[in-house]
């Protein structure tokens, strides 16, 4: 049995929990947030059995897609911030990080 970990934008978590309810796939969603912009992210756990994996990594992969945002940097904690003028950089958002791990033992009560 694996535990798959996909951490996911909130604006494609909806999507990604319908998709994996239409497939037949169990998750438990939890609120995230992210260290880099700070955004809001989904966290889904799925336990999964090892020849199940790959479905659900499509699932994900279809459903979960990069894209470009424009975010203004956060001004600099130490320094001369009264001179610092953000200006927006693009950087890619979206899609997922997902991570594959053994379970040793799986208990349902």
Known sequence: MKLIIAIVQDKDSNRLQNALIKEGFRATKLASTGGFLRAGNTTFLVGIEDEKVEEVLEVIRANCKVRE?????????????????????????????????????????
């Not at 911030?81 to 990080?97: L, T």
């Open 69 to 109: 945002q424009l975010v203004t940097p956060v001004s600099p904690v130490s320094g001369a911030a009264d001179s610092y003028i953000p200006f927006p950089v693009e950087v890619q958002v979206g899609g997922a990080a997902v991570f594959v791990v053994q379970v040793e033992r799986f208990e349902h009560f």
